[in-house]
């Protein structure tokens, strides 16, 4: 099922990112310096799910609008906020993420935001957040995530992997008014934590920016999307083709920059 960012407009991006860049170093890690490769091409049948940079394209609506309601009821009664951009992708069967989706056993997974970028003093800050509930919508298990060294969070998608396994993307904020980190996260169909990857870079120009997930069917994760290089690419709001791939124990195999979008 999809997982995909908000839709932010370049000249957005471009300007989050140069009030605090100065403050974060550019920090390529992983991500291959200078490759300019192809991205990886998606057929026909995938297209209309918005499978390009920045979701150009997809459906409007939600594929299951009564899958949705049910998950937003559920997420208002608990306080949690569903990731609006990934909406339209409730309800595909191609692997992309999505926020809420019925498992094979019938019963949901929720993903979303909980808490408060400001709580008042004694509230909560945000956390992403995952629930996995059964068929007759009781909590199996449920999550509030938070890393070291970051400030907020987005809980955006999730997907089942065959076996039960749940697959998570997350966004997590070195600062506030920087562009977030993907952060993605593998738990049994139980909840235990299998794996965590968070990219690097802190949103920093280098950080690769994934537009939207999917499983594959060797259990990898293919991610698209974009990347400022570097700083010049972002003062001259230059944005770049993005592809990374996770394997399946949760190893960040390829990150590769592709033609200018």
């Not at 907020?152 to 070195?174: K, L, N």
Request: charged content about 25%; proline content about 6%.
């Amino acid at each position: 099922m999809p997982l995909t960012m908000s839709p932010t407009t370049p000249l957005s991006r471009a300007a989050t990112h140069l009030v605090m860049s100065a403050l974060a170093a550019l920090t390529l890690g992983a991500l291959a310096t200078g490759v300019r490769a192809e991205p990886v091409a998606i057929d026909a049948e995938h297209e209309d799910l918005g499978n390009t940079p920045n979701l150009g394209k997809g459906p409007a609506e939600p594929r299951d609008p009564a899958l949705l309601q049910t998950c937003e009821q559920w997420a208002g009664t608990n306080g949690v906020s569903l990731y609006s951009y990934h909406q339209r992708l409730i309800g595909n069967r191609v692997a992309f993420l999505s926020s809420c989706l019925r498992t094979a056993d019938k019963g949901l997974v929720i993903v979303g935001t909980i808490g408060d970028d400001a709580p008042p003093k004694g509230g909560r800050k945000t956390a992403a957040f995952i629930a996995r509930l059964d068929a007759a919508g009781k909590v199996l298990w449920r999550k509030e995530l938070r890393k070291k060294g970051y400030a907020t969070y987005e809980g955006m998608s999730a997907v089942e992997a065959p076996g039960g396994d749940i697959v998570m993307s997350a966004q997590a904020y070195y600062k506030p008014s920087m562009a977030g980190t993907a952060w993605i996260l593998r738990f049994t169909a139980k909840g235990k934590q299998r794996w965590e990857l968070i990219l690097k870079g802190r949103g920093a120009p280098g950080t690769g920016l994934p537009d939207t997930y999917r499983l594959l069917d060797d259990d990898s994760i293919l991610m698209e999307g974009h990347i400022y290089p570097t700083r010049a690419d972002l003062e001259a709001e230059r944005t770049f083709d993005w592809t990374g791939v996770i394997d399946a124990r949760g190893k960040l195999v390829r990150a590769e920059i592709g033609k200018p979008q």
